[in-house]
Nanobody, 124 residues
């Protein structure tokens, strides 16, 4: 049974940092894309970063490029999202999600497995 368990998040002042973790279990290999999604006030989710387990190649949305860093520890089956220089508009529910294959697709429907979500609150 595939599971993604998230940890991290919380509250921080603008300019601060937080780190999110996503622990994977039940996958048959690491040839999968793991992405981090942020849920907007209209409940729409947008992918902000993703990493391919096979190569470590990563992609970022322009809104977080240069501030957020996605990384992985394949041995521990963990994917991290380091969030620096946080802004109030970064506040929201964050989800990790995964699917087998590369990270070429960013839509919510492309991802088969989802974590439970974690709240990030950035106060100005």
């Amino acid at each position: 049974q595939v599971q993604l368990i998230q940890s991290g998040g919380g509250s921080v002042q603008a300019g601060g940092s937080l780190r999110l973790s996503c622990a994977a279990s039940g996958f048959v290999n690491n040839l999968r894309c793991t992405g981090w999604f942020r849920q907007l006030p209209n409940n729409k989710r947008e992918r902000i970063a993703a990493i391919y387990g096979g190569s470590g190649a990563s992609v970022y949305d322009d809104s977080v490029k240069g501030r957020f860093t996605i990384s992985q520890d394949n041995a521990k089956k963990l994917v991290y999202l380091q969030m620096d220089s946080l802004k109030s508009e970064d506040s929201g529910l964050y989800y990790c999600a995964a699917h087998y294959g590369t990270c070429s697709r960013s839509s919510v429907s492309s991802y088969d497995y989802w974590g439970q979500g974690t709240q990030v609150t950035v106060s100005s």
